[in-house]
Every structure is written in C-alpha cells, then in structure tokens.
C-alpha cells in the first residue's frame, strides 16, 4: 500500500554517548546480503532500487532512488527521497533526521543497523555475532540458537529429572494479511507481536522465530497444565493485542501446539514434532486455539 503523506514525520533518534566517525556504516541485519557492511564514507550516499544506487536494495517495495545519507564528517544524516513506501528509523517514519550509534533503519523489507564511532570494526564483528544467534526482524532468537538450547534443555531435564514443556505457535491466515496490507504490514505485525509476547514470559524462557510466521518458546522446568495455561495466555494476548499500521488495524490470531517432555521423546525433533501435530489439531479445530 501507498504511504500516506500526512503520517510523514521527522523522527527524533534516541541518545547515546558514542562520537559519530568517518567510520560509520550501515550493517544489514535482516533481509538480502545478511551481515553485508556498507562503509559511509562519501558526502552522500544513496541508497534505492536502482542499480546506480551506491547502496542497492532490488525490492519492488523499494524506489529506485529511496533515501539519502548524508556525511559532513561530524553527523550523518537520513533522508527521505519522496519514496513510495517510507524511509523507517526505530520504527518510526522519516523525513529527515540524525543517525545515531544502534538506530534501525528499515528500507523496503530489509533492516540495517547503524554503527559509528568508537572502533568500527569491534562493532561491526560484535553485530555479527549477534546475528548467529537474533532474528533480525523480530529481535527474538534465531532457528539455529532454539535447537541448540532445546537440545540443552531437553539434556537437563533427563539429567535432573525436571520438566520441560514447549509452545509451538503461528498466525492464522497470515497470507491474508500480506495479500491484502501488503508485506511491509507483515513485517510490522511480526515484530509487533514478538514485542508483545516477549513482555509477558520469564526471563528464562526461551523465545524464538522457528521460520516464516512460526515462533517456538521453550518454557523450562513447566509442566502440562502451566504450560497449557501458558498457551493460552499467549493465545489471548495475541488477539486482543491492536496492530496498527498505516491507519489500518489488522486483526491476527495465533494457533498454539503445546507439548511436554517425557522419556519417549528421544531428542528435539521429536519434541518439535509432537508439538507441531498439536498446532496442527488446533488449526483443524477452528484456528485461535489451544490444544496440548
């Protein structure tokens, strides 16, 4: 969908103490390209569709010539070239504005950080880290990170005798809501929905995008009935949750499979599996479900 032109604000960035350098770049931390540094070092950069863009981003989201970065050596800026679809800072829209050390810019479907100051390449290598384990878009953990703590997991519960369940959970109808907002409104309601969730488990808990519009958490030392409960609560925070974006409220709901560890399981995808034939029983019985 179009942007509409009276939602156009300048975004104030959030403060830091770290100095703006030469050094500054732009780290892709979700979409094409993961991981790819961009340093900032010319007086302007642009950043579009376009392949004369000095930074290419081949999205049909994307116009061919959609933002500009601006280096005076002592601030970079950000700004708007009148692009179809938004320039987004820490999920606000942009018109014009100081970058600042850690702001998300959000072109088209993908996602880069921006990093200065200080030393470049320390940040830049730390940022990578993060992202074997952190999902770009929704912050939570990543595929690869969940199975390596649900194989812990599962080995501390056999060793100690403890339980473990887990929830296995996506948005109903989810094509729908791209079909009809467009993906960018699903990239917002993913992340909206993983700020909501992950408001509202413990700090243990393990909460992570499986893939797609699929997310995992691993609850610790839970057993059924809380687990369930759990499920639910989840399940009803997602559909009472409201996910605004550009002026339209998009309904969502969620299916929740919940499952338990027991001896039988041999290892995670066993687990995985079990708890997937529930998510699948709760799409059958009518979506917006529970079943474990």
Same mark, same amino acid.
């Given at each position: 969908?179009?942007?509409?032109s009276?939602?156009?604000?300048?975004?104030?960035?959030?403060?830091?103490?770290?100095?703006?350098?030469?050094?500054?770049?732009?780290?892709?931390?979700?979409? &094409?390209?993961?991981?790819?540094?961009?340093?900032?070092d010319?007086?302007?950069?642009?950043? =579009?569709?376009?392949?004369?863009?000095?930074?290419q981003?081949?999205q049909?989201?994307?116009?061919?010539?959609?933002?500009?970065?601006?280096?005076?050596g002592?601030?970079?800026?950000?700004?708007?070239?009148g692009?179809? *679809?938004?320039?987004?800072?820490?999920?606000?829209l942009?018109?014009? =504005?100081?970058?600042r050390? =850690?702001?998300?810019?959000?072109?088209?479907?993908?996602i880069?950080?921006?990093?200065s100051g200080?030393?470049?390449?320390?940040?830049?290598?730390?940022?990578?880290?993060?992202?074997?384990? #952190?999902?770009?878009l929704t &912050?939570t953990?990543?595929?690869?990170y969940?199975?390596?703590?649900?194989?812990?997991?599962?080995?501390?519960?056999?060793?100690?005798?403890?339980?473990?369940?887990?929830?296995?959970?996506?948005?109903?109808?989810?094509? &729908?809501v *791209?079909?009809?907002?467009?993906?960018?409104?699903?990239?917002?309601?993913?992340?909206?929905?993983?700020?909501a969730?992950?408001?509202n488990?413990r700090?243990?808990?393990i909460?992570?995008?499986?893939? =797609?519009e699929e997310f995992?958490?691993?609850?610790?030392?839970?057993?059924?009935?809380?687990?369930?409960?759990?499920?639910e609560? #989840?399940?009803? #925070?997602?559909?009472?949750?409201?996910?605004?974006?550009?002026?339209?409220?998009?309904?969502?709901?969620?299916?929740?499979?919940?499952?338990t560890?027991? &001896?039988?399981?041999?290892?995670?995808?066993?687990?995985i599996?079990?708890?997937?034939?529930?998510?699948?029983?709760?799409?059958?019985?009518?979506?917006?479900?529970s079943?474990?």
């Amino acid at each position: 969908m179009g942007r509409k032109s009276k939602t156009v604000v300048t975004v104030i960035s959030k403060i830091t103490d770290k100095p703006v350098s030469n050094e500054a770049a732009l780290v892709v931390i979700y979409g &094409q390209d993961l991981g790819r540094k961009f340093n900032l070092d010319k007086p302007k950069i642009i950043i =579009g569709r376009s392949s004369k863009s000095d930074i290419q981003v081949d999205q049909e989201s994307v116009s061919r010539s959609h933002a500009k970065v601006s280096n005076n050596g002592e601030i970079i800026n950000l700004e708007d070239m009148g692009s179809t *679809n938004g320039t987004y800072v820490n999920d606000g829209l942009l018109k014009k =504005g100081m970058l600042r050390d =850690g702001d998300l810019v959000k072109i088209g479907r993908t996602i880069f950080k921006f990093l200065s100051g200080g030393n470049i390449e320390n940040d830049y290598h730390e940022e990578i880290y993060r992202l074997t384990t #952190i999902d770009g878009l929704t &912050q939570t953990y990543n595929k690869r990170y969940f199975m390596e703590n649900l194989d812990r997991e599962i080995s501390r519960a056999q060793r100690y005798g403890r339980e473990l369940s887990l929830l296995l959970f996506d948005l109903d109808h989810f094509k &729908q809501v *791209n079909d009809t907002y467009g993906h960018l409104a699903g990239d917002h309601v993913l992340k909206q929905l993983s700020e909501a969730v992950r408001r509202n488990i413990r700090r243990e808990d393990i909460f992570a995008r499986y893939g =797609g519009e699929e997310f995992a958490i691993i609850l610790p030392e839970i057993g059924n009935p809380r687990a369930l409960v759990m499920g639910e609560k #989840i399940r009803a #925070i997602v559909e009472e949750h409201s996910f605004v974006f550009d002026e339209n409220d998009i309904k969502v709901t969620i299916s929740v499979g919940v499952a338990t560890y027991d &001896q039988s399981l041999d290892e995670g995808e066993d687990f995985i599996k079990l708890a997937d034939k529930h998510l699948y029983e709760a799409k059958n019985a009518g979506r917006n479900k529970s079943v474990g």
